[in-house]
Every structure is written in C-alpha cells, then in structure tokens.
C-alpha cells in the first residue's frame, strides 16, 4: 500500500478522418468551419469519448471499482460549486453568452446533483496507491479550470464553458451506465441543444483573436478532462497489479 503511483499519460486515442466525420454530422450541420468546426472537432477526437477508459466503462461489464473510481474522479472535478460555467457566468460582460451561460449553468446544477447521488451510491474509494498524488492531481485540474473559466481574454471562458458542455454527452454515457449499475435513476439531460451552441460560437468568434482565444479555452479544458481520463486509467493499472 505504500507504492507510490506513477501517473504517465496515455497516449492520446487515434481517431480516423473517418470516424471524426461520424461523430459529428450533427455538429456540423450548425457551423461547418471557423471555430464551431474547429472547437466541435477537438471534442471529436480527443474528448471524453475518445479516451479508451471512458469507452470501456460504458460496457455492463467493466469492473464495479473502475466504475465507482471514475465517478467519485469526475465528482472531485465537477462535482463541486462553484464549478467553471459559474465562474464563467460570473465573470462574462457578453449579453449574447449570458444567456446560453445561464441556461448552461442551470444544467449543470442538475449534473452536480447526479454527481453526488452517484458518488453516494458507488460507496468509498476502492483502495489504490497513490491515493494522496491522485486526489492532489484532481485539485490541481479543478483549480485549473476555475482559472481558465476566470481568464479576461475575451472568449477564452466562453471556449471552455462550451468544450465542456459539448464533452458532456460523452461523460454522460459513462455516468448513465454507472446509474443503471448502481440503481440511480438519471434525471434528463438539459443542457444547451447543439445547434445553440454552435450559433452562440459562429456569433461570439466574429474576430481573429476572440477565435484564437475561444478554441485556446476549448483545448485546455480539454486536456484537463484527458488528464483526469489518463489518472483515472493509470490508477486502474496500479489497482490491476494489486
């Protein structure tokens, strides 16, 4: 019990064009280029979807404790308030963003509420080593995100309140299939509609430097859900060799 747990990402998952394209006919139907395309395509790739882990949790099969670890994860980074699209609302001076910020944050109170019902349900941490670099590793990525979701460059907390919301969907399939094994029923799914969301960032990236800025947000909050995938699987690796 004593191993210290050597957390070394993973490689990121290999997405064909193919499979890109696949994933997001729907996205791209609203905004097929500019930043929507481009912000919709790095969810494709390297959101929560994509990451061998999450797909495997979705399975009815996949281990109660990988299961349990992965929820009591995502719950140490979202399940907490305020979360990012708080702070996101609370530092915005866009009237367009206010509203889908608004509406966004009211979803994702909904989600934190999942969260912790879920948690409660999944019962403690299974034992793993390492336990105190893996839970100072998750404060540092929620700290990371509330300072991404404080940033002044215009559209940078806008970029990641978005990339969040449109990861989602993917931690929701890993969420849901945790409920049905741990008997939670999964309240509704209210967050912004896609097409919302892609006309908010068509209207919102009307200049070279608010793009930059909103896809720069999309790709950090990102890479923060990697990282949290990638611990979570390194911890699993170091449970499997128990």
Not at 30 to 47: P, Q
Not at 187 to 205: E, F, W
């Amino acid at each position: 019990m004593g191993e210290k747990l050597c957390w070394v990402p993973a490689p990121p998952a290999i997405v064909t064009e193919f499979e890109r394209n696949m994933a997001f006919d729907s996205l791209r139907v609203v905004h097929d280029d500019g930043c929507w395309g481009s912000v919709a395509a790095l969810v494709a790739a390297d959101g929560t979807a994509a990451h061998p882990l999450a797909q495997a949790l979705t399975v009815s099969h996949a281990p109660l404790r990988d299961v349990a670890d992965a929820v009591h994860g995502l719950c140490m980074l979202h399940g907490r308030y305020p979360g990012a699209i708080d702070h996101a609302v609370a530092h915005n001076r866009d009237a367009i963003a206010g509203a889908w910020l608004a509406e966004a944050a009211s979803a994702f109170a909904e989600e934190r509420g999942y969260l912790a019902r879920l948690t409660a349900a999944a019962g403690p941490l299974p034992s793993t080593p390492g336990q105190a670099e893996s839970e100072a590793a998750i404060v540092a990525q929620a700290h990371a995100l509330d300072t991404l979701a404080q940033s002044g460059r215009v559209g940078c907390a806008v970029g990641a309140a978005v990339a969040l919301i449109l990861d989602w969907r993917g931690v929701r399939a890993v969420l849901d299939a945790a409920a049905l094994r741990l008997g939670v029923l999964p309240p509704p799914l209210g967050i912004p509609l896609d097409v919302d969301t892609g006309s908010l960032v068509a209207t919102l990236a009307a200049t070279p430097a608010v793009e930059r800025a909103m896809t720069f947000g999309a790709e950090q909050l990102l890479a923060q859900h990697r990282g949290l995938w990638d611990l979570l699987d390194a911890r699993k690796s170091a449970r499997d060799r128990q």
